[in-house]
Structures are given as C-alpha cells and as structure tokens.
C-alpha cells in the first residue's frame, strides 16, 4: 500500500485532501484528540474518506469517528510536523530546483550510520512527504548490518582525523581501516 501511495505522491500535480486522507490513514495521523484513545491508536478496521475527512468505519459498515487530516500536502508546517513525528531527530532539507522543489530527509550519526531519501515534488510539501514516505519504504532508517559492531565514538583516526563511520577510516591506504575483504 505505501508503494502505491507512494505513486501517487509522485504523480501529483499539486497537494490535495484526498492525499492528505490517504497519508492520514497510511500513516495513522489521528486528530490530536484521537491520538491518545487507545482503540484509536490501535484501529485494525477499514477506513473510509470523504469529503476531505477520514472515517473509521463500524463492523456493519456504517461511519464512525471521523477528523480531518492535516494539509500535509499543502503546508510545508503539516509536512515537516509529520517527518519530525515519524522521524524524530532527522535532518531535512528542501530546495528550489527545476521545474519544482528537492527534498531529503537523512541522519548522519557516528553510532547508527547514515542514510538518505530524496525525492522531486511539485510543491515544497509533496517533495518533503515524498522523501518521508521513501524513508519509510524503504524500511532502513538505520543501515548498520546485524551484528555489526557501532563505530568507537569521539575516536579519530590518527592517519587523517576524520570521525570513522563504521568505526574504522575509509580512506585508501588508511593504516587503522581492516583488510579490503572485511569492509562492509
């Protein structure tokens, strides 16, 4: 289901409350006042969306609570609120570029490593929602390996001073780095 919200995103000409209700629902944003019930938070039933609200839909199929998502596809606000709740502690960025906007949400630490989503929107928000999405997909926000050990924190390398990132330098010919066929 996220790759093909996913598409749509990447479709999108401009953000709109059908996205947002989808997003909503993928995602499980809930109203702040739904956010703490926790048959809300919990919800495995069917959901439904009309006219820009989304609805948890009862055993015999009629309507039940219902909120309005925010315009996470129009408000840079409601976009970087949601990649600062999924998310916490990331680093984001969103750029003017060619015909619309860059955006990327990466983390960079010594002790989980570093990865990186990027994705082109139209707006600024569907750029930023796209590259969150990317990152969620891709179900690897922390890329060291099982059983890999977490780099030395606050060690240099003596040969050339740079912070190793998987605990070892990765620059050619560095005496501290293991033999080519351990690297990762």
């Known amino acids: 289901m996220l790759d093909d919200l996913i598409a749509r995103v990447e479709a999108a000409e401009a953000g709109s409350r059908e996205l947002d209700c989808m ?8 109203s702040p006042h739904m956010d703490v019930a926790p048959w809300a938070v919990n919800w495995t039933g069917p959901y439904a969306t009309k006219g820009g609200r989304v ?9 039940g609570p219902n909120w309005t998502p925010p315009p996470l596809t129009t408000s840079l606000d409601a976009a970087l609120g949601l990649v600062e709740r999924k998310l916490p502690g990331i ?23 570093h990865w990186l989503s990027e994705a082109f929107g139209k707006t600024p928000a569907l750029a930023l929602i796209l590259a969150l999405l990317r990152a969620l997909a891709s179900k690897d926000t922390s890329p060291r390996s099982e059983g890999e050990e977490p780099p030395a924190l606050g060690k240099f390398c003596d040969a050339c001073q740079a912070i190793p ?5 990765k620059l050619a010919g560095c005496p501290l780095a293991p033999a080519e066929e351990k690297r990762p």
Request: glycine share 18%; net charge negative.
């Open 23 to 30: 997003i909503s629902v993928e995602l499980r944003v809930l």
């Open 55 to 63: 609805y948890l839909v009862h055993s015999d199929g009629s309507l």
């Open 91 to 113: 680093c984001w960025g969103v750029e003017i570029g060619l015909g619309g906007f860059d955006a990327y949400v990466s983390r960079n630490r010594v002790g989980t490593g």
């Open 165 to 169: 990132t998987f605990g070892y330098c």
